[in-house]
């Protein structure tokens, strides 16, 4: 069971708790949302609880709880540039479905 990061995604992470003053690393975990059922939830990572699994990919820890892991497995996170936006994109080989907005997936 593993969850990756891009040199891209990473690079930016790093930033990101530097501007922040500090923190572990990545918080990754999922919440029931749209209309496919899931979202991505995302935070700082400043603790690891018993619950969670750390993985470190690129020099920067990713936190997930384990609750979440079956549906994060094997997930790889990239941070991309289109035109002015600039967002997480997540690969994720356990996916059936996502919501056409792009906002919600289906396990």
């Known amino acids: 069971m593993a969850v990756s990061l891009t040199p891209s995604a990473a690079e930016h992470i790093r930033r990101q708790l530097q501007r922040r003053g500090g923190g572990l690393g990545l ?13 991505y939830a995302l935070d700082y990572a400043d603790a690891v609880s018993p ?21 994060v497995d094997g997930t790889t996170v990239d941070y991309v540039n289109e035109g002015l936006n600039q967002m ?12 056409g907005c792009g906002e919600s997936f289906t396990v």
């Open 51 to 71: 619950e969670d699994e750390v993985f470190e990919s690129e020099g920067v820890k990713v936190v997930v709880p384990r609750e979440a892991l079956a549906f």
């Open 88 to 99: 997480f994109r997540f690969v994720n080989p356990n996916i059936k479905d996502e919501c």
């Open 27 to 39: 918080k990754l975990g999922i919440r029931k949302s749209g209309c496919s059922g899931f979202a």
